[in-house]
């Protein structure tokens, strides 16, 4: 299982950090990242990272003001959030899949998921 924590709110230009802890099974040769869903929108992919880190992928809308980590002795992974801005708004998802999709990983290829954790960026 994973759970998702740290989300609140935040003017823009704020900083946040999400952690998403594992427990029940071990996610050392997963990829795991965050999605993240609007009010009214799909959810989308935000960053993931490989096991072992070499890989890292985030989606353009948020490259270089998010940052996300691993730390696969606590079977936890993290996502930094800097500079936020108003469509930055969303609940956030941890996720975890066995293949690595880059920056097309999609909702339907989870394999797990985490509950998610409300951001809210007032502008």
């Known amino acids: 299982q994973l759970q998702a924590y740290g989300g609140g709110s935040v003017q823009a230009g704020g900083s946040l950090r999400l952690s998403c802890a594992a427990s029940?099974?071990?996610?050392?040769?997963?990829?795991m990242g965050w999605f993240r869903q609007a009010q009214g929108k799909e959810r989308e992919f935000v960053a993931v990272k490989s096991w072992g880190g070499h890989l890292t992928y985030y989606s353009d809308s948020v490259k270089s003001r998010f940052t996300i980590a691993r730390d696969n002795a606590k079977n936890a992974v993290y996502l930094q959030m800097d500079n936020l801005k108003a469509e930055d708004t969303a609940v956030y998802y941890c996720a975890a899949s066995r293949r690595n999709y880059g920056t097309y990983w999609s909702p339907g290829s989870v394999d797990y998921w985490g509950q998610g954790t409300q951001v809210t960026v007032s502008s």
């Open positions: 029940g099974n071990t996610f050392s040769s997963y990829f």
